[in-house]
């Protein structure tokens, strides 16, 4: 259930982000991942939304597949 609604939510959400909040992300990854303080927060905020983005599109994909799967 959560593999069909995440991606939905998720895509919602990341798409609608402010500035502020991707720099706000990039902050929160840099301290988790214990990047270097010259890591650009904005930058780093940036290519985490990709990448959630990318998994979303694959989880999206996947249940399509798997319900075309079940009406053959």
Request: hydrophobic share 40%.
């Amino acid at each position: 259930m959560d593999r069909r609604q995440l991606p939905n939510f998720t895509l919602e959400f990341i798409t609608n982000l402010t500035d502020d909040a991707i720099t706000a992300l990039g902050e929160m990854v840099k301290l988790s991942l214990g990047v270097g303080d010259k890591a650009d927060p904005t930058v780093l905020g940036k290519h985490w939304i990709d990448d959630v983005t990318a998994t979303c599109w694959r989880l999206k994909l996947a249940d399509y597949e798997d319900r075309l799967a079940q009406t053959e």
